[in-house]
């Protein structure tokens, strides 16, 4: 059969095209029904088109929800360097190093979710996982603040990066009614490692030293990713859409305008609290073991706001949930300082982790139901792409504001004012993407 033939049912179900189909022969496809999208159509005015009938369940969707956290770990090594490898250099500075390892997990989207959308997944995937293990066990060498700015910071922030978003999408591919809840799932990955790497190194690092946990790691890391790399796989065939890299066409789109600006500056302040939260805890008088553990509820609690996040997302609207839970988020953000105490601590750190959970599960759905399938991994892309500008300067911001004020009271005013604007920015795109003041978006 010639390809400019393949019609939408010829394709369904199918995993791989042998080559990307153009924007031509895409069009020769069995038109969609009245209530779905065409690329000529303005994204946010209706639904969004689904290419054949997605599974939304069945053994192979939910083995692709089956795949990563070492960065939701950042604030183990942020304490441990202070106290210990880098104790002469400014908290602001090491704190660099973990806000570019944030901002490169969605920097390179821009290009990895339009390289997906042309069919380019398993590749990409395998060679970020080898690099980062290679990454992970090199971290157990470094010596000096350039060695774990270049390796922990740019070496396994860019490897998470190339990994992240082709996942998030290739979920979508599965998914329709039950999306939310398998992104939240497959966002867990990140509060599992989040919980599970600051344990370990708690109890490894007196036993066994630094250097060697970081190698375990490195171990833990083989396995997961192994796994990752063997479940993980598209169900739509790859589609050449127009526009590039970057489609600037996107951002006639009112309300996909306002949600990137919106994930910019809400970023500029979610991280603050886990990047210093083990560091604030020590000066507060807790023992370092404490701060370790403190860490490890946040993202414990994580979990838990993730599911939650998902189920309410698939109910009420992705858009409605992200802004209720960023809410609490930046209020809890903003009075984390004031906890003086474990007990106090341990709660702010439970509702924190529960809270920004619900944001970092349904970012992706929101951008992916402001347009097509097709064009996806290209939108998703340039969200977290435009949201690492504000994950980059975040922590280093709240770190400067913590070392001229003394403390982290005048830090936590600041990254909870910021997420505010961010939750006042979330509304106004959900206003212009639904268009009326109530329901489900």
Sequence with gaps: MSEKYLSADALKGTEFASEPLSYEVRKTRAAPPDNQETHNEPASEKPVIHA?????????????VVAVGLSNSWGIFQAYYEENLLRHTSPSAIAWIGSVQYALMYLPALVTGRLFDLGYFKIPCFAASCVLVMCTFLIAECTQYQHFFLIQGL??????????????????????KKRGLALSLTAIGASCGGTMFPVVAQNLIPLIGFKWTVRVFGLILMVTLGMGNIFLKRRLPPVDVRGGFFNFKIFRNAAYSIFCISGI????????????????????????????????????????????????????????????????????????????????LIVISSIYGFSTGGYLAL???????????????????????????????????????????????????????????????????????????????
Excluded: Q
Aim: with cysteine; hydrophobic share 50%; proline share 3%.
């Design 155 to 176: 070496g396994i922030g860019m490897c998470c990066g190339i990994i992240v978003s082709p996942v998030l999408v290739v979920v979508s591919h599965w998914f329709y």
């Design 363 to 441: 970012f992706a759905v929101a951008a992916v139901e402001m347009g097509t399938i097709e064009d996806a991994g290209r939108r998703v892309g340039m969200f977290m792409s435009l949201a690492a500008f504000g994950a980059i300067s975040g922590p280093p911001i709240s770190g400067a504001i913590s070392t001229a004020s003394g403390g982290f009271v005048d830090a936590g005013y600041y990254a909870g004012g910021i997420i505010m604007c961010g939750v006042v920015l979330l509304l106004l795109a959900r206003y212009l993407h639904l268009g009326r003041l109530r329901g489900k978006c």
């Design 265 to 344: 500056i809400a970023f500029l302040g979610l991280y603050t609290a886990l990047t210093y939260m083990s560091v604030s805890a020590v000066a507060i008088g807790l023992s370092k073991k404490s701060s370790f553990y403190i860490l490890a509820i946040a993202n414990a609690s994580s979990t838990f706001g993730r599911v939650s996040a998902g189920l309410l997302g698939d109910k009420v609207g992705a858009l409605n949930t992200m802004a209720a839970f960023t809410a609490v988020a930046g209020i809890i953000t903003s009075v984390w300082p004031l906890a003086k105490n474990e007990i106090r």
């Design 52 to 64: 054949g009938e997605t599974p939304d369940g069945g053994l192979t969707a939910w083995l692709v």
